[in-house]
């Protein structure tokens, strides 16, 4: 079975107050102080919907082939990323394997201003700890912990019946 995630990472307190704006965010803890937003098929549509329908059927008028996500759904990202890192850092990353192929893409903001692109997980998370000041804890980070094309939905599901049972 593959894997594939596409998932914002933070800190666990900054990324809870985006529920206000976004409605479907589910905020999973990781380690320490470090969290992450997986990016479900629900909130991939919020953030393309901020954009405005102009905007993204403009943005997605030029592709040739359908993709998933779509440039309107990244652009939401981008845009997204930037937003929510004024004061804090924020990435976005996309991992993924099928086969002997694999990709780790990672996009950092920071106070608004997007540093890397095409990044990994582990630069990702030294510029956490090392310039963003994270408590990143010591624990192991399994983001393949859930597999298949739907990652996000079942991190996000466990992470609600983890909720409504009262855990932490």
């Known amino acids: 079975v593959g894997f594939e995630l ?4 933070g800190r666990v307190s900054d990324l809870r107050t985006w529920t206000n704006a976004l409605p479907s965010v589910v905020v999973c803890e990781l380690t320490g102080e470090l969290g ?7 909130l991939f549509e919020e953030l393309r919907a901020r954009l405005g329908e102009e905007d993204a059927k403009r943005l ?8 998933y996500p779509s440039p309107s759904h990244l652009e939401g990202v981008r845009r997204w990323g930037a937003q929510a890192s004024r004061g804090t850092a924020v990435a976005y990353l ?8 694999s990709h780790e893409d990672a996009t950092l903001w920071h ?8 990044g990994d997980l582990a630069t990702t998370l ?36 983890a909720l ?5």
């Open 126 to 161: 030294a510029h956490f700890r090392e310039r963003s000041g994270f408590d990143i804890g010591d624990g192991r980070i399994d983001l393949e912990k859930y597999r298949g094309e739907n990652a996000a939905e079942q991190w996000a599901d466990a992470r609600k019946k």
């Open 94 to 101: 996309s991992i993924g394997e099928f086969g002997d192929q």
């Open 6 to 9: 596409d998932a914002f990472l």
């Open 60 to 67: 997605d008028a030029n592709q040739r082939y359908t993709t």
């Open 36 to 42: 992450m937003v997986p990016i479900t098929g629900t």
């Open 164 to 168: 409504a049972a009262g855990d932490a």
């Open 111 to 118: 106070s608004g201003e997007q540093l890397l692109t095409a």
